[in-house]
């Protein structure tokens, strides 16, 4: 029994998502004990940012087959709630040092970055997808995308003008000694940002594979037709699946609120660091984004660790050409174009 | 009546596919309609279940206006569509489809006693209820499509050409389950390119011919019919 | 006039229009450009210094359009491509003592080697993937620039000899207007022979195209050398202009100006882009110019008009004009806007 294990480990090993798992956890081990275990901290608050965002694009291309330019954006809108709710709550912790909202502010503010992008979402579908959407569906993949174009100019350019184009951060969300991990001092924010990341995507992960409307969200992405045939209300799982998408990408923009002040262009480095994730993991599976989002940050972390600063535009652009070029299902793409799934 | 249609005319996009198509269903009834290829008989399918809106005409069910309802809101009035094209959830299990199946119910022991019905009717499914859809053979996946379309206990069950592809002995299983369902009391609109199976076992037939009806009748009366002996069995 | 229009009966002028890829209307247009820096108050140096932005906006849509209206791949890296031509001619120029006029050139058969390699790279990929391929080759280019500070002085910039040595904007408007109509013309030529043909059936359908016998493989990769080859010669212009070189002319949202212009323009007509970029850029510069301090507002009104285009008009002007513009009644007017029918 356990020599069939074996081999069937041995097997999967040898498959795309294996080897690069594999391979990616042993380059960030030898990191870590070459660079020190901040690395490791890093990647792992990097990628359960990029997961969170990672899976509303997916999301979004699998299931309304929207490929989303303006997902970054957001982020956006989900760093700014944030800021203009916690504002004034840090003020009256100053003032209150023992009032309940020293730990239950931030979440305030995490759960209206939430609350914030899904209602970004609900009103982009009313104005822009929707409406396309009943025009016409020819062309709809290039011409829904040039319209998330515009979408991204269109909100980047309004923050800047309704909110201005300075950086619009906070100190730190939960005061307090860092957390010491295994000798590790660990600010409590980066802790708390990995566990609201790690939290949502689980929870994510279970409503879309156990529940009534989860299941009928992935029904909708495989068969359209045989989703309304049987009874399940399109219009209704469309806008559900974009507010969920929006409001995916805004909790990461708020919980990382403190690493990230929001400013008008923050958007657009999770964009395209997330697209790096679903082309890299193939096209809409959720397990598949989050080990994506992982290994991009991983390469991310290490570019800027051994390489410098400012060359993760580079590295790993280069290196998902590469993939691009000998896989272009992506590591962890099935080739039943299916999506949403294991 | 459990069904009625009046004078439909529908196609896609600009371009016309039924003229005047009209026809009823009594409760508890087997009809059928047969007509040649690229006659109009997807396309009157798909029109009562929603899927296309149609230009004019009226279809009323169970004495209520369905006209240019959604798919899914003729769906939820308890009229089940298997598609010529199954429109299966490939990536989900067997088990899965039968419960998406089931999407209108509410109930969890309700849809349990659906999938216990689906399951007797066709044991295959249930050897396979976790094997993904999208890698069960092809006939294999028309007997999941009928078992899906039966899962939200329809009163009326529109079949698409459920023998397409299937060997003769798979084809004679499928028309004894929809034997079975009809015994159970639900009603069949069945479309079949097979004439003399589909004129044997219903109670009635229209033949649709370039978006027409042609003829209706008994179908014992239809299967005599030198027009349908002559068109259709090329005798 | 006489009615009768056949190919003998043309007479030299019109047969010149046809081979010049020009209507009556057109020629007038490219007239009217050419005397407008004499008219008030156009002829102050700053309104030229915008309509030579707008000339320059107006080649790129052109180049734009020939890969996206007609292959239907949107390269979204076209800016970095043309930032790649522009860094080349400059520092031949700074580097080599070349003369900006040969180094633009080959500034342009250095855009079209990084295109033959886009082209070829993005081969396997389909519709979105390969627009998502470009985007990653531009945001690499565009970070080895900012990266390379030994050669290119990363975001501070390199100082770039200008074409002319003089401080008026004439030549450079005048030069800017020769290009938009040479590109045209190229593109024109091409997508009037029979390879026209080729390359919108691999647009509409690859795979039909193959089984007819065309090689989407050789189309392709010919039809992204070219237009990144024109990105490149253009971007030498940019660079030989304004004197002064930064990374930031690679930036998406550059790209993101070229791709609006262009479908506003009207998507597979090539003139459309090249059109309305005179009058809508040179709006949006009085916008941010009167407005300043407003800033974002120009960006805000491209980004709604774009999205407008996109849902309710998705074939652009060009289309408009097409369908209600170029059928009046009156032959005369008609010779007008048609030219004769060869
Ligand atoms: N989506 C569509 N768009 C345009 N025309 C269609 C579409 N679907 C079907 N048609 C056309 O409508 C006509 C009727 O098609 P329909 O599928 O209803 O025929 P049918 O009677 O079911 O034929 P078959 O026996 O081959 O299934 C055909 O001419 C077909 O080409
Ligand atoms: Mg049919």
Known sequence: ?342 | MLLEVKNLNAGYGYLQILRDVSLHIDKGEYVGIVGPNGAGKSTTMKTIAGLISPMSGSVVFNGEDITGLSGSAVAKKGISFVSEEMNLFVNMTVQENLYMGAYTIKEKHLQNERLEFVFELFPRLAERRKQLAGTMSGGERKMLAIGRGMMSNPSLMLVDEPSFGLAPQLTTSVFASLEVLIKTGVTILLVEQNVTKTLAVTGRGYVLENGKIGLEGKSADLAEDSYVKKVFLGV | MDTTTNDLNMNLFDRVLDKLCLTPIGLAGLILLLILPFIPPFNQEYMLRWLIYCGFIAAMSVGFDFTAGFINIVNFGYMAVAGTGGYTSALLVLNAGLSPWIAMLAGGVSSAILGLVIGMISLRLRGIFAACLSWFFGLAVMGLAIKMVWLTRGPLGLRVPRLFETESNFPFYFLIVILVYLTYLICKWVVRSKMGLAFQAIGQNMDAARTSGIDPVFYRVFNFTMSCAIAGVLGGFYAHFYGILTPDMMHTSKTVEVLAVAYIGGRGSLWGGAVIAFPFIFLMEIVRSTLSHLPGLNLVIYALVLILVMIYYPGGFSYFYDTHIRQPKNRALRYFLNGRDA
């Open chain 1, 1 to 342: 029994m356990s020599k069939h294990n074996m081999s069937v480990t041995l097997t999967w090993l040898k498959t795309a998502p294996g080897l690069s798992i594999v391979i990616s956890i042993a380059v960030a081990v030898a990191a870590t004990i070459d660079a020190g275990p901040y690395l490791l901290v890093n990647m792992v608050v990097t990628g359960g940012m990029l997961a969170l965002v990672a899976t509303g694009l997916t999301l979004m291309l699998g299931v309304l087959n929207i490929p989303m330019f303006a997902h970054g954006e957001y982020f956006m809108i989900g760093s700014l709630t944030a800021y203009y709710i916690f504002t004034p709550i840090s003020e009256f912790i100053l003032e209150h040092p023992d009032s309940w909202l020293v730990t239950f502010g931030p979440f305030i503010a995490i759960i209206g970055a939430l609350i914030g992008g899904a209602i970004a979402g609900v009103i982009s579908e009313k104005l822009v997808f929707g409406p396309l959407r009943r025009r016409s569906t020819d062309n709809w993949v290039m011409n829904s995308f040039l319209l998330t174009v515009g979408v991204s100019v269109l909100l980047i350019n309004l923050h800047q003008l309704i909110f201005g184009a300075d950086f619009k951060g906070i100190v730190g969300y939960w005061q307090g000694m860092p957390i010491s991990i295994a000798d590790v001092y660990v600010s409590k924010d980066r802790v708390m940002s990995f566990l609201i990341s790690a939290v949502i995507v689980a929870l994510f992960y279970l409503f879309m594979t156990y529940t009534r409307t989860g299941m009928a969200i992935r029904a909708v992405s495989q068969d359209i037709t045989g989703a309304e045939i049987v009874g399940i209300d399109i219009e209704k799982i469309v806008l559900l699946t974009i507010s969920l998408a929006c409001a995916l990408a805004a909790v990461a923009g708020g919980s990382l609120l403190f690493m990230y002040p929001s400013y008008p262009t923050v958007g657009l480095e999770p964009l395209y660091m997330a697209w790096f994730v679903v082309i890299l993991s193939g096209l809409g599976n959720i397990l598949g984004a989050v080990a994506g989002a992982f290994m991009v940050a991983l390469l991310k972390v290490i570019t800027m660790e051994y390489v410098g600063a400012g060359w993760d535009f580079v590295v790993p652009s280069a290196l998902i050409m590469l993939i691009l070029i000998f896989k272009p299902s992506g590591i962890f793409g099935s080739d039943v174009r299916g999506v949403l799934d294991k």
